[in-house]
C-alpha cells in the first residue's frame, strides 16, 4: 500500500509497529480537544480507523473540519487507554507533522454505521455514503463474491466472453429499454434483458463453457427489489443434460459459501414446481422452515359451513407453539391476510390447546370431534395453532403462502445467518398471459413462455403440445435459496423446427419469428450443440450474503425506488438538438 503520500493505511499498524515513523493519510472521522493541550484525531480510510495525538501547538486545528484530508506524519506509540473495539486500538501516532490535503464542508448525514441521513439523502450524496464502513463492506462483500465466481468457473474451463449492450428488441419476457440511432432513422438498438441469444450462438461457436458477469436492463414497473439495471452470472454449456448444470453450479454455490463465508453447505434437495406449488403455494419456497400447506377439502366440506363448501380449495397451516397467540394477534393476521395485496377474504383458526382441547373460530359448524380430525390432518401437538383459507386454489395458495412467510417470521423461523438451498425443477414450459403488466398489451391473450422461448420441452412432454401446451413441463429449474430466486435457467431447443414451433405457440407469425429471431433459427442450421445454462442475479446473491433483504446496498450506485439516479438526476430530458440529430424531436407548434 506504499505510495509517496503514505507508508500505510489507517487499519493497518499494529502494538509490533511502536517505534516506527509512519505517513497516513485520511478523512478526519472525528476531532476531539481536550483541555488546551492534547488534540486527538480519528483518521479514516477504507482499511480502518487510527488515532492521532498532537500537542495543540503543531497545528491551528481550528482549520480542520469532518471530512477533511489529510496526510500526517508521526511515530507509532503505544496507547495509555486502548481501545479493544478497533484493530488498531493498542496504538496511536504521535504527530510531527500534518498537512491539510483537502477540505471538506459539512456532509448532509454522518458518516457512521448509524447515519442520520434518511435514504433520499444517502443516495443523492452516495458518494459520501460509501464512506460509511457498513456500506463499503457489501461492496467488498459483492468484489469478493465476483473474485470467488471466476475463480471457480475459470477451473471448470469456462471462458469469460463479451457480449455486446447495444442489440436488437428481442422480448424475453420484459419490456427493453430502447436506444435510438442516430445514423439510422427511425431505427433503435435495444439494451439486452441478457445476452440470452449471444450465449446460445457461443454455444453454436464451439465455446462450451461460457460465462459473464454481465450487465442485463428490463424496462419493468418497479417493485421494491428491482432495479431497471441489475448484473447476472450468466452462463452456459454445451454438450450437457440438466443433471450435468445442476451439479455444476451447484459446485458453484457450494464453493462461495465455502470460501466467503467458511460454510459447507449440505447437498441441494429438488422439489418440482407442482410440489412448491402445492406445499409452499409458491415456486420459491423458503424451506428453513417446515410448515407445509395442507389440504383439508375430503375433512372440513359438507358440514353447512358456506365458506369451505363454497370453496375450491380448502388449506392450510400448522404453526408450532403458537396456541397461545391472544385475540389481538389472531386479529392483526386476519388483518393480514385481508390486505389487498394479498386478497384473502377471511381467516380461520383453530387452538390446539395445551391441556388437548381444540377450539376453532368456526366451533358452530365443527364440533369436538370433527375438530380432532383437523388436527389428525394437520398432524397438530398441543400447543400449535392451526390457520385455514378458503377460496379458488390459486388465490388460496398465494395467500396462505405469505401468511406461512409471515407466520414464519413472528415465530423467529427465518434466521439471517441460517441458508437452506434447494433447486426447483420440472417448471411449466408456458402460462397463460391474460394481462401481464410488465410486457406489452400486444402480449395478452396467449401463451406466454415461462422462463423465456428457447427453453426445450420435456422430450417426454413433446407431444402435448398441439393437444395440451399448458401442462407440457419444461427442462426448466431455479435454484432458490431462503426463499429467494437466486437462479435460473434450462435446457435449450436446438433444432430449428422445434424453435419454429415454439414461436409459433407463443403467437408469433412466420415473418414475425423470422424478423426477430431468424439470426437465431439461421444459427441452428449450421450445427447447434445440444446446450444449456443458467443465469444468477448477481445483486441478490451479494444481498442474501449480506444477511440483508434489499439489494440496493450492494449496488454502489443504485436507482431509487421509482427507476431514478437521484445523485446525478436521471432520466433527464436532452436539448431539442439531441433530439433533432436522433429523429426523435416532437415538433413544436408555431404560434407566431
Ligand atoms: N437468460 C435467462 C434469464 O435471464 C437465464 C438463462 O436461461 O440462462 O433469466
Redesign the pocket.
Known sequence: MKTKYRTHTCGELRITDVGKEVKLCGWIQKIRLMGEQLTFIDLRDRYGITQLVFHSDIVNTSLYSREGVLQAYGVVIERESKNKNIATGDIEIDITEIKILNESITPPFTIEDETDGGDELRMKYRYLDLRRSIVRKNLELRHRLAIETRNYLDKQHFLEVETPVLIKSTP?GARDFVVPSRMHEGEFYALP??P?TFKQLLMVSGFDRYYQIVK?FRDEDLRADRQPEFT?I?C?MSFVEQEDILNTFEGLVKHLFKTVKGIDIPELSRMTYADAMKYYGNDKPDTRFEMKFVELNEVVKGKAFKVFDDAELVVGICAKGAAEYTRKQLDELTEFVKRPQIGATGLIYARHNADGTIKSSVDKFYNEEELKKWSATFNSQPGDLILILAGTADKARKALSELRLEMGTRLGLRDKNKFSCLWVIDFPLLEWNDGDPNVLASLAGRWHAK??PFTSPKPEDIDLLNSNPGTVRANAYDMVINGVEIG???IRIHNKDLQAKMFEILGFSKEEAQNQFGFLMNAFEYGAPPHG???FGFDRLCSLFGGSDGIRDFIAFPKNNAGRDVMIDSPSAISDEQLNELHILVKKENHA
Request: hydrophobic share 10%; charged share 20%.
Open positions: 424475453e434483458q441478457s440470452q442485463c447476472q450468466d452456459e422462463h423465456h435460473g435457467g434450462s445454462g443458467l443465469a
